[in-house]
């Protein structure tokens, strides 16, 4: 599976912004996917997955962020609302065989990152 992270920009506070991540593969639906964020300084952290069924999302970022994700078009996406300057970050999504997990080791498949900024 080869994952194409795009969507990310510069955002006012309390702006929205939708990434979204492309993945190629005939077998997209069977993949729990995940985004990651990494702040300058600071390790790569768990911000939401969703499963294969799209059903019983994992949230860090709960009220602000939600995960879906589209089978048919294999792409998954967060929308971000109420964005915050500490949710400057590269965001990464990622792929894993099973079921939803916090632990960014488990994911086989990593996209490449795109930049969110927010502006104070």
């Known amino acids: 599976v080869q994952l194409q992270a795009y969507g990310g920009g510069l955002v006012q506070l309390g702006g929205s912004l939708t990434l979204s991540c492309a993945a190629s593969?005939?077998?997209?639906?069977?993949?729990?996917m995940g985004w990651f964020r990494q702040a300058p300084g600071k390790e790569r952290e768990f911000v939401a997955c969703i499963p294969w069924s799209g059903r019983n999302t994992y949230d860090a970022v709960k009220g602000r962020f939600t995960i879906s994700r589209d089978n048919g078009k294999n792409t998954v996406y967060l929308q971000m609302n109420s964005l915050k300057p500490e949710d400057t970050a590269v965001y990464y999504c990622?792929?894993?065989?099973?079921?939803?997990?916090?632990?960014?080791?488990?994911?086989?498949?990593w996209g490449q990152g795109t930049q969110v900024t927010v502006s104070s």
């Open positions: 593969g005939r077998t997209f639906s069977s993949y729990s």
């Open positions: 990622a792929a894993r065989g099973g079921m939803c997990v916090i632990e960014q080791y488990e994911y086989q498949y």
